[in-house]
């Protein structure tokens, strides 16, 4: 029922932009977000958005990240730019709280994010 995309291997500095698809039921009830787990961390809240587009951010992502939904294509997008070594996680996407995976279905497959030299 999430299926995040947009991962992959950038320099420090640089951007990319993470899509995530919901079900159409998903979109419409919930507030969303993304989550991130480092190796060896707990995953964490990166960014949320509600279904009126208010949002909010993690102290460590402000200024860097953005988070934005298209409610007609039923997906949620996290424009990462400023890209620095510890933002190297998995990204996952979920309702805000998370209810997949907690309350049912599960947590998507995530979407890797390497930031290297």
């Known amino acids: 029922q999430l299926v995040e995309s947009g991962g992959g291997l950038v320099q420090p500095g640089g951007s990319l932009r993470l899509s995530c698809g919901a079900s159409?039921?998903?979109?419409?009830?919930?507030?969303m977000a993304w989550y991130r787990q480092a190796p060896g961390k707990q995953r964490e809240l990166v960014a949320r958005?509600?279904?009126?587009?208010?949002?909010n951010y993690a102290d460590s992502v402000k200024g860097r990240f953005t988070i934005s939904r298209d409610n007609a294509k039923k997906t949620v997008y996290l424009q990462m730019s400023d890209l620095r070594p510890e933002d190297t996680a998995v990204y996952y996407c979920n309702t805000d709280p998370p209810k997949l995976g907690v309350d049912f279905g599960s947590w998507g497959q995530g979407t890797q994010v390497t930031v290297s030299s």
């Open positions: 958005i509600t279904r009126l587009r208010s949002t």
């Open positions: 159409d039921t998903i979109f419409k009830i919930y507030n």
